[in-house]
């Protein structure tokens, strides 16, 4: 996923090969990264959007 494609809203799968899958939804976007929460999480977390897959 790119930048322009993200769109807040919409439910992902976070997918490096450095950690665990897992699932979120994108809060809100800037021009470096997409920001996901992720599970039970309260706050976002700032993701590299090519981590990022639409489910």
Do not use: C, H, W
Request: hydrophobic share 35%.
């Amino acid at each position: 996923m790119t930048l322009s494609e993200a769109i807040v809203g919409r439910k992902v799968i976070y997918d490096s090969r450095f950690s665990e899958i897992e699932e979120g939804v994108i809060t809100s976007v800037n021009d470096r990264f997409v920001f996901v929460r992720y599970g039970s999480d309260v706050n976002s977390k700032s993701t590299n959007p090519q981590d990022l897959k639409y489910i």
